[in-house]
């Protein structure tokens, strides 16, 4: 049997947090952040990423 798990969180922007800086970490990426002109690399650590996947509305 499986079990579903899922943890949503909001990341506001009032309160210091990038949404690009949570989805790079995440996806062990870089990306850049064009509103705010920075970009943020989260590259290592590849090894522990099991599966990664992005949904957009």
């Known amino acids: 049997m499986a079990i579903m798990f899922v943890k949503a969180r909001v990341i506001s922007r ?7 800086s ?8 870089r990306m850049m952040d064009e509103q705010a002109g920075t970009s943020f690399s989260y590259r290592g650590g590849r090894a522990e990423l099991v599966h990664e996947e992005l949904a957009l509305p």
């Open 22 to 29: 949570a989805a790079a970490y995440r996806h062990r990426a």
């Open 14 to 20: 009032g309160a210091g947090r990038s949404i690009v």
